[in-house]
């Protein structure tokens, strides 16, 4: 089979650059080779009834399949350059600034009109965060929530589908160059194309490095974040969630100087289980149907470790901390702040008796048995700053879960074009340690199809 252009990937990276090539209506043929299900076969066995824990898929259906690792998030796509990637460095940040507001614009076509976009321009915010030795990041966020998301995956997908040839469970184990172009191997089978788009995400990690390796492509390490998610009553942080929905705050610790920062607000909302690879890790979750929604509001506070030499496995390092807490908790761990502070393990009766009810069941422990002191001392002088600009937070019924790791991939070497040092080979996305956000993969996806179409 001979393309003009393999997509490797169908998150949002992938998808991007599909949806921009089929529009121009040029006729190019164009192959999107996916490990994982089509949208609508992407299924979880986890019940929490039968299936309790990860049985290890073939392909998890959480991170792999069409909308990538992006399909089942609730779909915050962050318009920024202060945070979500580093596309900016390759494009610069007006280009950057403008292809997020385009995939916007499409995400906004498919379903997501009516959905709210929030902004920290001009917000009093900024002010009351600086005072209180905190920083508000500034971005525009378009929440979408997990089943608006979802429904503009379905419609894009729907629209692609007649345009572009879609591989689904099929693993390409092999990128060759040859001739001009390059070969692909997936399922046996061969296919050739003149240009090729690597857009693997997280998942797709450990495949890019051989890649990287086989075909001595410079890479470098990247960081791990590390941390907890926090959960309380909604009211604590209603003033901010209700006018900038997800706010980035950055602290900077007095103990070691560490960056400590907000992730992922959910208001309303539940915190749930994620699995990584067979590790269970904590993470949360925003719908935007009002039936769906909770008393409680979550986040996640993390620090970032990046190790260079000797020792440059930083993901390494974020995975052993997180099997620790397997090892504890068989799962996720859950301890109320007053419990942390005061030196002792959260019990199920003290978590039952805790003001704040827990929207995921975890194992009440000590988390400071889990994360080294560094990290956890940073954590705790954190929630004490934000108890400051939303007071309640330091509250001892504040439930902390752990652990969250948010995981890097390691960053290739691409030029302005994202392009490898091959020509044509071009690598996109999270897979490429450039971005870590559906927005700056999306627009990574647009960047390099209008790059081949200019061509
Ligand atoms: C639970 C969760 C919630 C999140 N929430 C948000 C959020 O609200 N906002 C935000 O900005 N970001 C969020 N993210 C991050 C976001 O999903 C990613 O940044 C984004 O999906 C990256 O897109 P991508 O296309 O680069 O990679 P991915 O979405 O990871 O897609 C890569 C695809 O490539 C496939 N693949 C891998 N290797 C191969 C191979 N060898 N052959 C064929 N196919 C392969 C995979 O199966 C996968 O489907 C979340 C992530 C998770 C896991």
Redesign the pocket.
């Given at each position: 089979m001979k393309y003009d252009v393999i997509i490797?990937?169908?998150?949002?990276?992938?998808i991007f650059a599909a949806y921009e090539l089929a529009e121009a209506n040029k006729g190019i043929r164009v192959a999107v080779?996916?490990?994982?299900n089509e949208l609508k076969k992407r299924k979880c066995p986890i019940d929490g009834d039968k299936i309790k824990s990860c049985i290890g898929c073939k392909?998890c259906s959480i991170?792999?399949?069409f909308g990538?690792?992006?399909a089942?998030?609730?779909?915050?796509?962050?318009i920024t350059n202060d945070f979500?990637g580093t596309l900016y460095e390759h494009i610069g940040k007006d280009k950057a600034l403008e292809l997020m507001h385009y995939v916007d614009k499409i995400n906004m076509k498919y379903g997501g009109e009516g959905t709210r976009m929030y902004s920290t321009t001009g917000t009093k915010f900024k002010k009351l965060c600086i005072q209180n030795g905190l920083q508000l990041l500034d971005a525009s966020v378009r929440h979408l929530g997990t089943d608006k998301n979802y429904e503009v995956l379905e419609n894009i997908y729907n629209e692609l589908r007649d345009k572009v040839d879609f591989y689904f469970n099929?693993?390409?184990d092999h990128i060759r160059i040859s001739g001009g172009g390059y070969e692909i191997e997936a399922k046996g089978e061969k296919y050739t194309c003149d240009k090729c788009i690597i857009?693997?995400?997280?998942?797709?990690s450990a495949?890019m490095e051989k890649v990287c390796e086989e075909l001595d492509i410079p890479t470098t390490s990247n960081r791990v974040d590390i941390g907890v998610r926090v959960e309380l009553p909604a009211v604590i942080f209603d003033h901010l969630t209700d006018e900038l929905y997800e706010s980035k705050i950055v602290y900077r610790t007095k103990q070691f100087g560490d960056r400590v920062r907000t992730f992922?607000m959910n208001p309303h909302d539940a915190v749930v289980n994620?699995n990584t690879n067979g590790i269970i890790t904590v993470?949360g979750h925003s719908y935007e149907s009002a039936d769906k929604h909770t008393e409680n509001t979550n986040f996640a506070l993390l620090v970032a470790k990046h190790f260079s030499e000797p020792f440059k496995d930083s993901n390494g390092y974020g995975e052993s901390i997180a099997r620790l807490s397997n090892m504890l908790g068989g799962g996720v761990i859950v301890q109320r702040f007053g419990d942390l502070v005061k030196g002792q393990r959260s019990t199920p009766s003290r978590i039952n008796e805790s003001f704040t009810r827990p929207t995921l069941k975890a194992t009440p422990g000590d988390l400071s048995l889990v994360l080294p002191k560094r990290i956890m001392d940073g954590i705790i002088e954190m929630i004490y700053a934000l108890d400051k600009i939303a007071p309640g937070t330091a509250n001892d019924d504040t439930l902390l879960y752990g652990v969250e790791v948010k995981f890097y991939n390691m960053e290739v070497e691409l030029d302005e074009n994202l392009e490898t040092k091959y020509k044509d080979l071009y690598v996109i996305?999270?897979?490429s340690g450039v971005?870590?956000?559906?927005?700056h993969?999306s627009a990574s996806g647009v960047y390099v199809a209008r790059r081949m179409l200019e061509e």
């Open positions: 490797i990937g169908a998150g949002p990276g992938g080779f996916e490990a994982g392909t991170m792999s399949g990538g690792a992006g089942f998030s609730d779909g915050k796509y962050n979500g099929t693993h390409v857009s693997v995400g997280r998942s797709g495949w992922c994620e993470n996305g999270d897979g971005t870590h956000s559906l927005s993969a």
